[in-house]
């Protein structure tokens, strides 16, 4: 596997249920994110994690917990969605702590979720 | 704050037409640009970027130059495919690290 993948790539949820994405990065990279995004709206940046500590949460609700166990893997742990939470969520890496501005970010394929 | 803008989409050309999406942006200090592309079904993959003004970023025929006197970074390629149908997003980076997207345009090429 190279670059970053995302599992499952598709997911539907009832409202009541706990689910997990999972995001892993093949590219030595030490900083990971999830972005939310959803149609017609701006990328959402909902977790930045650098060297495994959570640098920045941008004000999302608390049924969406974040765990980044090592620098390769981060999951977003998801519990009593709403309907409103439908999107397609996207994870993505990068080189270097958050701080450095000319290194890029890669993204994962996504996972389309669906809440019904 | 610091933010991104982009032209609104859909943009449809036929093929072989050129191509301009506008992106300027609002921020403080001296930011990183880029631009982003994504394929339906797919994540955002790195089209070109820029780290200082001046700059021009380049690959697979598009080219963006990074323009501080006018907070700009466009995008054109002169002469676009079928297989360029995509949404693309203009991005910023600062020090601190946050990446900010712009609303993404799509872009669809007829034959």
């Known amino acids: 596997e190279t670059g970053v993948t995302q599992t499952p790539r598709h997911l539907v949820m009832g409202m009541t249920n706990k689910k997990s994405l999972k995001c892993e990065q093949h590219?030595?990279?030490?900083?990971m994110y999830w972005y939310k995004q959803s149609a017609k709206k701006p990328l959402e940046l909902m977790f930045v994690?650098?060297?495994?500590?959570?640098?920045e949460n941008n004000s999302v609700p608390s049924r969406f917990s974040p765990e980044c166990p090592n620098s390769s893997h981060l999951f977003l742990h998801l519990h009593t969605l709403q309907p409103e939470d439908s999107a397609l969520y996207l994870c993505?890496?990068?080189?270097?702590?958050?701080?450095?501005?000319?290194?890029?970010?890669?993204f994962g394929p996504g996972t389309r979720l669906t809440v019904t | 704050g610091d933010s991104v803008t982009q032209m609104e989409g859909p943009v449809t050309l036929s093929e072989e037409a050129f191509l301009t999406i506008n992106c300027t942006y609002t921020?403080?200090?001296?930011?990183?640009l880029f631009w982003y592309v994504q394929y339906p079904g797919e994540g955002l993959q790195l089209l070109l970027k820029?780290?200082?003004?001046?700059d021009k970023g380049s690959n697979k025929g598009f080219e963006a130059t990074y323009r501080k006197e006018t907070t700009s970074f466009h995008l054109e390629k002169g002469s676009v495919q079928v297989s360029d149908s995509a949404v693309y997003f203009c991005?910023?980076?600062?020090?601190?690290?946050?990446?900010?997207f712009g609303t993404g345009t799509s872009l669809t090429v007829i034959p």
């Open positions: 993505a890496s990068s080189l270097g702590p958050a701080g450095g501005k000319t290194y890029e970010q890669y």
């Open positions: 820029a780290t200082k003004a001046d």
């Open positions: 994690y650098s060297l495994e500590e959570r640098v």
């Open positions: 991005a910023l980076r600062k020090e601190v690290g946050q990446f900010y």
């Open positions: 590219l030595g990279h030490n900083a």
């Open positions: 921020a403080t200090g001296y930011p990183s």
